[in-house]
């Protein structure tokens, strides 16, 4: 049985191609790793960047890897970037929901 918990920290972060055209700065990406069992999952933050980012990630054995982020812009001028988030989640606050699954099989 696993368990255990660790941190992991992604500094400067940036993921090339997410939204059109430009690349999209995350600034630093933390999540606490809690493994129990056959599953793994923590808390997803960051500090700069674009975006604030807040939500959670799971990884189950025999379902597959979820994403549940709530997204904000950080600055009201970003025209482009609140286009792109109103295509891909759903209105919250002033922010965007947004889902993601992966299955494993």
């Known amino acids: 049985m696993n368990r255990g918990e660790a941190r992991l920290a992604w500094r ?3 993921i090339a191609g997410i ?3 430009y690349a999209l700065d995350l600034g630093e990406v933390r999540t606490t790793v809690i493994a129990s069992g056959p599953a793994m999952s923590g ?3 960051n500090d700069g960047g674009s975006v604030a980012l807040r939500g959670e990630w ?3 054995e025999k379902d597959g890897l979820s994403l549940a982020l ?3 812009p950080r600055r009201a ?3 482009d ?3 792109w988030l109103s295509a ?3 209105p919250d606050g002033d922010g965007w929901r947004i889902n993601w699954r992966v299955p494993l099989r």
Request: hydrophobic fraction near 45%.
């Open 12 to 14: 400067a972060a940036r």
């Open 19 to 21: 939204w059109p055209r």
């Open 43 to 45: 808390p997803v933050t």
């Open 58 to 60: 799971a990884l189950q």
């Open 70 to 72: 709530r997204v904000a």
């Open 77 to 79: 001028d970003q025209v």
């Open 81 to 83: 970037l609140t286009r």
């Open 88 to 90: 891909i989640g759903t």
